[in-house]
């Protein structure tokens, strides 16, 4: 079952702004035709991506690293990409005022991470997906 086919369409739909999985090739297609001709820098947040494809410090979103790929490759065929990164990987959370520890606790999603090995294959599999795309390989 692909990450989008939990919410209802009709929900989705409610929700100002929403990109939903039926529509959301086509927006970017849009968006990319905007900006034809321009070079661009591409940041990658992780926490895009659904949570079997990247451990973050945030909740997961819905985009699988096959979607970031294409949507690169669709940059690539009008843009000039003159650079990129990829960001928002899991760190180890570590404060040095508990005040910053309690803005943490209410600030972050509660979630329940993988070990510290299984975190780093994830992502750096993921990586390895993405960053080819990124960088034109």
Not at 51 to 59: F, G, V
Request: charged content about 30%; hydrophobic content about 40%.
């Amino acid at each position: 079952m692909h990450p989008w086919a939990d919410e209802r369409p009709a929900a989705q739909r409610k929700r100002r702004g929403a990109i939903l999985r039926t529509d959301w090739q086509a927006r970017f297609r849009r968006f990319v035709e905007s900006i034809d001709g321009r070079m661009v820098y591409v940041t990658i947040d992780l926490d895009c991506l659904v949570p079997n494809e990247a451990i973050t410090n945030w909740e997961s979103g819905r985009l699988t690293s096959d979607d970031v790929v294409w949507a690169l490759q669709q940059l690539r065929k009008s843009c000039r990409i003159a650079g990129g990164d990829l960001c928002g990987a899991y760190s180890e959370p570590r404060y040095a005022r508990w005040k910053q520890r309690f803005a943490a606790n209410f600030d972050h999603p509660k979630l329940v991470y993988p070990p510290a090995d299984k975190i780093r294959e994830i992502n750096f599999n993921t990586l390895g997906k993405i960053w080819p795309a990124l960088v034109g390989q």
